[in-house]
């Protein structure tokens, strides 16, 4: 069976060069592209190279639609106005889309919805394959213990993160409200500051903390009379996301365009 062709894009970036190594340590997929922006002062270097790998013979390119015509799949962990617009592009070339990327609005949501129809996109808040795990464990927590354990989500990352809460919180957020058979957004509880009165019964609280190099920390605590559970997951390096990453683009590799998550991935849907 042929290798499974993949296009990196942000390829500068420190998650796209991590991608890069990744797709090129692991069977089954080879670096078939890599993209940056129009301008990008790495346009013309080999992938390899920028990766810190020797080199591929894959020169850096701003043409996604003609890279992407050449590739059976994308790995994206860019912006959310890149990102959908590469996903018009995959579905024109109606290849396999893998969306890392955090902090889409309604309208980029229903953007990637549509370009599902003829792309095959599996879309998470997180690739690591712990985080998706935990996500189920929270959903299943959250159904278990009744209104009387709170449920609060924390999380820390890097100083260069740009949105908040991170898409993991959301991520845990909506199993943790799925669990309960509740909205997240009628339940979010995303601030609290001054005197802000007794918790709301049912609520979901977002605590955001910002520093350092943290690569993602994340915990669901249940909090109830004399007791609380907490669930957590650690990442130490962001290699995990782009292992999970490759991984969901082997398992969409060949099935029908539609939109999936990482919990289809690993089967816990």
Same mark, same amino acid.
């Given at each position: 069976? +042929?290798?499974?062709?993949?296009?990196?894009?942000?390829?500068?970036?420190?998650?796209?060069?991590?991608?890069?190594?990744?797709?090129?340590?692991?069977?089954?997929?080879?670096?078939?592209?890599?993209? %940056?922006?129009?301008?990008?002062?790495?346009?013309?270097?080999?992938?390899?190279?920028?990766?810190?790998?020797?080199?591929?013979?894959?020169?850096?390119?701003?043409?996604?639609?003609?890279?992407?015509?050449?590739? %059976?799949?994308?790995?994206?962990?860019?912006?959310?106005?890149?990102?959908?617009?590469?996903?018009?592009?995959?579905?024109?070339?109606?290849?396999?889309?893998?969306?890392?990327?955090?902090?889409?609005?309604?309208?980029?949501?229903?953007?990637?919805?549509?370009?599902?129809?003829?792309?095959?996109?599996?879309?998470?808040?997180?690739?690591?394959?712990?985080?998706?795990?935990?996500?189920?464990?929270?959903?299943?927590?959250?159904?278990?213990?009744?209104?009387?354990?709170?449920?609060?989500?924390? %999380?820390?990352?890097?100083?260069?993160?740009?949105?908040?809460?991170?898409?993991?919180?959301?991520?845990?957020?909506?199993?943790?409200?799925?669990?309960?058979?509740?909205?997240?957004?009628?339940?979010?509880?995303?601030?609290?500051?001054?005197?802000?009165?007794?918790?709301?019964?049912?609520?979901?609280?977002?605590?955001?903390?910002?520093?350092?190099?943290?690569?993602?920390?994340?915990?669901?605590?249940?909090?109830?009379?004399?007791?609380?559970?907490?669930?957590?997951?650690?990442?130490?390096?962001?290699?995990?996301?782009?292992?999970?990453?490759?991984?969901?683009?082997?398992?969409?590799?060949?099935?029908?365009?539609?939109?999936?998550?990482?919990?289809?991935?690993?089967?816990? +849907?």
């Amino acid at each position: 069976m +042929s290798e499974m062709g993949l296009v990196v894009v942000g390829a500068a970036g420190r998650m796209g060069r991590t991608l890069i190594r990744i797709i090129h340590e692991t069977n089954g997929v080879r670096v078939a592209g890599a993209i %940056e922006r129009e301008g990008s002062a790495v346009l013309g270097q080999d992938a390899g190279t920028l990766a810190g790998l020797p080199p591929l013979g894959i020169a850096v390119s701003d043409d996604p639609l003609t890279v992407f015509s050449r590739a %059976e799949g994308v790995v994206d962990f860019t912006i959310p106005s890149a990102t959908v617009g590469f996903a018009e592009i995959a579905a024109q070339a109606r290849i396999v889309h893998v969306i890392g990327t955090t902090g889409l609005s309604a309208d980029d949501e229903a953007a990637i919805d549509a370009a599902a129809r003829h792309a095959t996109i599996v879309k998470s808040g997180n690739m690591s394959l712990g985080v998706n795990l935990l996500a189920s464990l929270v959903r299943q927590a959250a159904r278990a213990l009744d209104a009387d354990f709170d449920i609060e989500i924390v %999380e820390m990352h890097h100083r260069h993160k740009v949105d908040a809460p991170s898409g993991t919180a959301l991520l845990l957020g909506q199993a943790a409200a799925e669990g309960r058979q509740i909205l997240l957004a009628d339940h979010s509880v995303r601030v609290r500051d001054g005197h802000t009165g007794p918790r709301e019964p049912a609520s979901i609280g977002f605590a955001t903390l910002r520093g350092g190099s943290v690569a993602g920390d994340h915990s669901v605590l249940f909090a109830g009379e004399g007791e609380t559970i907490t669930l957590s997951h650690h990442a130490s390096d962001r290699a995990i996301f782009a292992r999970g990453a490759v991984k969901a683009a082997l398992w969409a590799s060949g099935r029908k365009p539609g939109r999936y998550s990482m919990a289809d991935v690993l089967g816990l +849907s």
